[in-house]
T-cell receptor
Framework: KQEVTQIPAALSVPEGENLVLNCSFT??????LQWFRQDPGKGLTSLLL?????REQTSGRLNASLDKSSGRSTLYIAASQPGDSATYLC????????FGTGTRLQVFP | DAMVIQNPRYQVTQFGKPVTLSCSQT?????MYWYQQKSSQAPKLLFH???????NEADTPDNFQSRRPNTSFCFLDIRSPGLGDAAMYLC????????????FGPGTRLTVT
């Protein structure tokens, strides 16, 4: 059974720091991995999608990497801003999308 | 803009009173999903439609039903809501079940009184 774990569960940093959020999964037989952002009480916003054959994807200040063989992905956020404060979820697609429980990020001015 | 729309955004229902949540999409995707997300938990897949084919998750309670009358619309029916059904309900779409990105709507927050 596929299990997805995210570390840390919560993170509080000053504005301007570069951050790394971690995601691990137990079964490497995945189609892709998605990183999402969720603001309190809101839906999910897709940030990055990495196909199983890819190693990384970049969008603006965000960079996500995938090491399928070791069951790990990282989301790198450069020069963090207060507007980045949210919960970040990773999810792997097997026969369905399986989510981690998220990392709650707070960036303070 | 093409998108996934959910109505209403907030729904309050009484214990045992049937409720229907709505999802529509302008992406013309084949697949539509319903997820349940309880507070501080990961979203959990309830079921999905591939076109008109309904696929129920094994652990989805019978209390939850779904309808997809056409490509654009999908409904979640909760026949007799209990207090434990209070949650955020998320609708998502994708072009195919595998490989493709899932796009999520803003969610409907359901409160059961």
């Amino acid at each position: 059974k596929q299990e997805v774990t995210q570390i840390p569960a919560a993170l509080s940093v000053p504005e301007g720091e570069n951050l790394v959020l971690n995601c691990s999964f137990t079964d490497s037989a995945i189609y892709n991995l998605q990183w999402f952002r969720q603001d309190p009480g809101k839906g999910l916003t897709s940030l990055l999608l990495i196909q199983s054959s890819q190693r990384e994807q970049t969008s603006g200040r965000l960079n996500a990497s995938l090491d399928k063989s070791s069951g790990r992905s990282t989301l790198y956020i450069a020069a963090s801003q207060p507007g980045d404060s949210a919960t970040y979820l990773c999810a792997v697609l097997t026969d369905k999308l399986i989510f981690g429980t998220g990392t709650r990020l707070q960036v303070f001015p | 803009d093409a998108m996934v729309i959910q109505n209403p955004r907030y729904q309050v229902t009484q214990f045992g009173k049937p409720v229907t949540l709505s999802c529509s999409q302008t992406l013309n995707h084949n697949v539509m999903y319903w997820y349940q997300q309880k507070s501080s938990q990961a979203p959990k897949l309830l079921f999905h439609y591939y076109d008109k084919d309904f696929n129920n998750e094994a652990d989805t309670p019978d209390n939850f039903q779904s309808r997809r009358p056409n490509t654009s619309f999908c409904f979640l029916d909760i026949r007799s809501p209990g207090l434990g059904d209070a949650a955020m309900y998320l609708c998502a779409t994708s072009r195919e079940v595998t490989t493709y990105e899932q796009y999520f709507g803003p969610g409907t927050r359901l409160t059961v009184t």
